[in-house]
């Protein structure tokens, strides 16, 4: 057979994936937040769709039936109002017998708190024409930084000195320590060693207190010598901090001549200290997780499964207003453009609903494989893998993992991610039923908690106890592996810690 280019004519049949489709697998693994802020972009850019409030309560309802409580109109037009009508700032605090700054300290110099919360003109509010949002001047977070260089600005008179001390700011930890070497500050800024050194020795007094130190040990001088309490004795001991962490107390005290009894007032004033100064300055703001889905008894003693509505965004097809434009639309690109509007929202809309119905599916088939769990705690965990979830629900691995991924359900046992509920299995010793990771995790606490201070478990021993007891066929490894994870010492660490609990 003559080998040369040729033309043939082939069957096939194949799976690609559209845009669309890959969007609408990407909003399986998105959570409550991001999708919001995903509809939120759709709702902009799409003319043809709008939120869904039919669920939502009338706001004017309680004022129509007679409800003191004032619309939302009414109220922005009242605090406007106010606004208008106060006086100066000085006339103000005069009525009120305090100064100015006490009241007002970010508007000091001012001639009045109308002419600082005026609006430029073109920027009023949507809610009234007249007043300013006042959560416009809500006040940001103080840094660490600008804390710090509020304070040195006063310390330091020399360009230099402040150049040096603004490296230092810049190499600070979440902590407050010192990161980098001061050598390597020294090359950085060409200087001398000793001069960064003198400048780090003036600002390791500012606030807080321990800020600017190099290790835990000098931030606990700096402040134990603000305290004045930084004497030979307690120098010695925070020389010989890696002692006290290994609890080798005994060895602690010969080494710094001090008796059970100073030592223990010295570790009292230790333990009023801060061995993390900077954490008082710690950004971001704390959210708090809203669960995706609701598990719940019913009466009948099964469980209820029920999303959380208020976290699903709803929108739909404006489809009035897209009959009042398709008929004013003449050109072609014009009736192009809506259609693929069209299409978006009844995408969107479809996806919303598909994504929504999965979770509560994948959920309904957790809820009933770990049933257990559910009724007795994590002690009847039990072992479940992506796999058993998706051969009952006839769904693929990688959706069940893209469901499960950022969503969180409230149980009678707590809040919960649903990638908790999949562990790995232990083997049972008997020939039972496998044991779930978290299970063996739970029992391992459950012991060591429970362990005499006189007769401290090793890991061999909880091995054993696992084994005779409970039919898990965990070796010692396993329970040391565990072990670390949840954060508890060896044996010989507690057996120390548990004997100076005794003392």
Same mark, same amino acid.
């Given at each position: ?8 004519? &082939? ?5 690609? *994936? ?6 609408? $697998? ?17 709702? !902009?850019?799409?003319? *043809? ?18 409800? #003191? ?35 007002? +300290? ?12 005026? =609006?430029?003109?073109?920027?009023? %509010? ?33 360009? @230099? ?5 603004? #490296? ?22 060409? %200087? ?15 606030? +807080? ?28 001991? !925070? #020389? ?14 010969? !080494? ?7 030592? @223990? ?17 710690? @950004? ?18 099964? =469980?209820? $499964? ?40 009844? =995408? ?25 769990? *559910? ?26 993992? &893209? ?8 149980? +009678? &046992? ?51 106890? !696992? ?33 100076? *609990?005794?003392?």
């Amino acid at each position: 057979m003559a080998i040369g280019p040729r033309l043939d004519i &082939r069957q096939s049949q194949t799976l690609a *994936l559209t845009p669309q489709l890959m969007q609408s $697998i990407k909003l399986l693994q998105l959570s409550h937040t991001e999708l919001s802020q995903f509809v939120e972009d759709e709702l !902009l850019r799409n003319p *043809l769709l709008e939120r869904d409030d039919s669920g939502d309560g009338d706001p004017d309802e309680g004022a129509r039936d007679g409800d #003191a409580t004032p619309r939302r109109e009414e109220y922005d037009i009242e605090v406007s109002s106010r606004a208008d009508n106060l006086g100066s700032a000085v006339s103000v605090a005069e009525d009120m017998d305090t100064d100015v700054a006490n009241l007002y +300290p970010e508007q000091v110099g001012q001639d009045s708190l109308s002419q600082s919360l005026a =609006w430029p003109e073109g920027k009023h %509010t949507s809610g009234s024409q007249d007043g300013a949002d006042f959560e416009q001047f809500a006040a940001g977070s103080k840094t660490l930084n600008d804390h710090l260089i509020e304070q040195i600005s006063l310390i330091l008179k020399h360009p @230099g000195d402040m150049l040096i001390a603004s #490296a230092l700011i810049e190499n600070l930890n979440e902590m407050g320590y010192v990161d980098a070497p001061l050598d390597q500050i020294a090359d950085q800024l060409g %200087t001398e060693l000793g001069h960064v050194e003198a400048v780090l020795e003036a600002i390791q007094g500012c606030d +807080p207190l321990g800020i600017f130190a190099r290790d835990l040990s000098e931030c606990l001088s700096i402040q134990l010598r603000e305290r004045d309490r930084l004497d030979p004795m307690m120098q010695a001991l !925070l #020389a010989n901090l890696d002692l006290l962490a290994a609890h080798k107390i005994t060895e602690l005290q010969k !080494l710094i001549g001090a008796d059970a009894e100073d030592l @223990g007032d010295m570790l009292a004033e230790i333990r009023r200290l801060d061995p993390r100064p900077g954490r008082a300055f710690e @950004g971001g703001n704390v959210q708090a997780i809203v669960p995706d889905v609701f598990i719940r008894q019913g009466n009948n003693k099964e =469980w209820v $499964i029920e999303l959380n509505q208020e976290v699903l965004p709803k929108v739909l097809v404006n489809r009035t207003y897209l009959a009042s434009v398709s008929a004013s639309a003449k050109k072609g690109e014009d009736k192009t453009y809506l259609s693929e509007c069209l299409q978006t929202a009844n =995408w969107l809309t479809k996806s919303l609903d598909q994504r929504a119905q999965t979770i509560l599916k994948v959920t309904k088939e957790i809820a009933r494989q770990q049933d257990g769990f *559910l009724h007795h705690g994590v002690s009847h965990l039990k072992p479940m893998t992506l796999k058993m979830v998706a051969e009952e629900i006839e769904m693929h691995e990688s959706t069940i993992s &893209r469901v499960t991924s950022n969503k969180y359900v409230s149980t +009678p &046992r707590g809040l919960f991610e649903l990638k908790y509920f999949f562990t790995s299995a232990i083997h049972s010793a008997s020939g039972a039923a496998d044991h779930s990771a978290e299970a063996v995790k739970y029992r391992i606490k459950q012991l060591i908690d429970a362990e005499d201070p006189k007769k401290i478990l090793s890991d061999d021993k909880i091995a054993a106890i !696992l084994n005779k007891e409970q039919s898990m066929d965990v070796a010692r490894r396993t329970v040391a592996k565990y072990r670390e994870a949840m954060g508890i010492a060896s044996s010989v660490m507690r057996r120390r810690q548990k004997r100076e *609990l005794v003392r």
